[in-house]
């Protein structure tokens, strides 16, 4: 599925953010992984992951395309887990908030129930095994957080890890594959911040955002929406739709760079 959802993206960003349904379908139908899958069901499937797109009657559109970032539904996201690997650990923690228009209009913070915490993990997050005792199982959290997510833009502080771990767990239990358009707010401070390092313990002093806990999951989603929210006023004008900020994170450093300070220059 996800090399169907990546396919999907590039063709359709290939041709200006629109594609005829009957070649969506066609594209599908080339993705898929058996002939004995049916081209609707998988259809609904890649609508059902995240993926912000609109089917406007023979059309399909990827919203993200044509959406300016200011109008956008920026859902940022951090997991503690027990440990690195999604196939051998668990998330013990969700936190994540939906940031629009420069507000906080949404939250969402739950543990998950969990028989295995390592000592090394409660010394790093301070959550103990008595947090998790009662906590919801992952069967039943995991859902909820889905419904929160909705298609909204997933961002992270390194994306990669909370955006594969969310959706490795979501196909271990039966949700499919995230298909929300990434964000990752180190890519984007490397490109708009002028710092020593970029960790997320590290910008929080350096850009005094001062929140009081690290290495907790609702903290740190908020110390990264400050991240984004001064990456953000930093981009050049020129930047103007969602997926042309998330290309903008993707460019070569020094080039990013270049068109900030053209930017500021012009000021």
């Known amino acids: 599925m996800r090399p169907m959802i990546d396919n999907i993206v590039a063709a359709i960003k290939r041709r200006g953010g629109k594609m005829p349904l009957e070649d969506f379908r066609a594209l599908i139908q080339k993705s898929r992984d058996s002939l004995f899958e049916d081209i609707d069901t998988l259809t609904e499937l890649v609508i059902a992951s995240g993926l912000p797109i609109d089917i406007e009657g023979d059309t399909v559109v990827l919203k993200t395309c044509f959406r300016p970032w200011r109008d956008e539904t920026f859902c940022v996201v951090d997991i503690e887990t027990n440990g690195s690997k999604p196939n051998r650990a668990q998330i013990i923690e969700i936190g994540a908030l939906k940031w629009k228009n420069g507000e906080i209009v949404e939250r969402f913070e739950s543990f998950a129930e969990c028989s295995y915490l390592p000592y090394q993990i409660s010394e790093i997050t301070g959550i103990n095994p008595e947090d998790l005792k009662g906590a919801p199982p992952l069967s039943k959290m995991l859902p909820k957080f889905k419904a929160f997510l909705e298609d909204a833009l997933f961002v992270a502080h390194n994306v990669s890890f909370d ?105």
């Not at 981009?235 to 993707?250: G, M, Q, V, Y």
């Open 163 to 267: 955006y594969n771990f969310i959706s490795a767990s979501f196909e271990r239990f039966g949700l499919g594959v995230l298909g929300n358009r990434k964000l990752c707010t180190i890519e984007l401070a490397r490109r708009t911040i002028e710092a020593e390092r970029y960790g997320l313990g590290h910008l929080n002093i350096a850009l005094d955002i001062n929140t009081l806990v690290h290495h907790r999951a609702y903290a740190d989603a908020v110390t990264a929406t400050k991240v984004l929210e001064i990456g953000l006023k930093n981009l050049p004008p020129s930047i103007e739709t969602t997926e042309e900020l998330i290309d903008f994170t993707k460019l070569p450093v020094k080039k990013a760079k270049s068109l900030v300070e053209k930017a500021r220059g012009a000021l």
